[in-house]
């Protein structure tokens, strides 16, 4: 089974702080995303990544960073942490740059900015 | 921007019966991929069915199947003999051919016993 782990359930940081988001897969997929979720808004892509050391925007990626140093692993920074980006963030991965190929998801990371 | 609207914020249906949730988008494009992901409450997401836009056919996964209407730009998810676990937040996808990713903003599905 494919397995797609973040670093926490729940996070409660303060304003101004710098967040990492770490994401990790265990079935050598290429591509790599994080979104963001919110309710009435549904899922929106912050960055995805399709090979290490490969990254691009997505919808929202103001405020945002990201990280693959390797294959398996994608990093979402806050670097500087604002009230409005409590959220639940979601990671998922996928096997191929081709489309039409399912993503896989973690369980979430629930970030509360205080 | 182009958009994917599930019209439904909530749904709710009685248990072993039929429910439909609809998805409606806007596209230029003839290929693109269509999506329905399932997020039980507090557990992972995940796919429930995928549809290629260039197929005429209609996807079928054992109680789940669609109903494509290209030209309509309408991608409804059906859900027979409906059961307890359905319950969950029903997310609508469309993948476009620069892999643009446009989700809709989820029908929470609520079964009654």
């Known amino acids: 089974d494919v397995k797609v782990t973040q670093s926490s359930r729940y996070l409660v940081k303060r304003t101004g702080e710098k967040v990492f988001l770490e994401c990790v897969q265990d079935?050598?997929?290429?591509?790599m995303f994080w979104y963001r979720q919110d309710p009435g808004l549904g899922l929106r892509l912050i960055y995805f990544?399709?090979?290490?050391?490969?990254?691009e925007k997505g919808d929202i990626p103001e405020g945002y960073s990201v990280s693959r140093e390797k294959k398996e692993r994608f990093s979402l920074i806050l670097e500087s942490a604002s009230t409005n980006q409590t959220s639940m963030y979601l990671c998922?991965?996928?096997?191929?740059?081709?489309?039409?190929?399912?993503?896989?998801f973690g369980p979430g990371t629930r970030l509360t900015v205080t | 921007a182009q958009t994917v609207t599930q019209s439904q914020p909530e749904m709710s249906v009685q248990e072993a019966e039929t429910v439909t949730l609809s998805c409606t988008y806007d596209?230029?494009?003839?290929?693109?991929?269509l999506f329905w992901y399932k997020q039980p409450p507090s557990r992972q997401m995940i796919l429930v069915i995928r549809?290629?836009?260039?197929k005429q056919q209609n996807a079928t996964e054992n109680r789940f199947s669609v109903n494509f209407q290209k030209a309509a730009k309408s991608f409804s998810l059906k859900i027979s003999d409906s059961q307890l676990g359905d319950a969950a937040m029903y997310f609508c996808?469309?993948?476009?051919?620069?892999?643009?990713?446009?989700w809709g903003a989820g029908t929470k599905l609520i079964i009654k016993p």
């Open positions: 079935m050598d997929h290429e591509n």
């Open positions: 998922a991965s996928s096997p191929h740059r081709d489309r039409g190929h399912e993503q896989y």
């Open positions: 596209t230029s494009e003839s290929d693109y991929y």
């Open positions: 996808l469309k993948l476009d051919s620069n892999y643009q990713l446009i």
């Open positions: 549809q290629e836009a260039y």
């Open positions: 990544s399709y090979d290490v050391k490969m990254k």
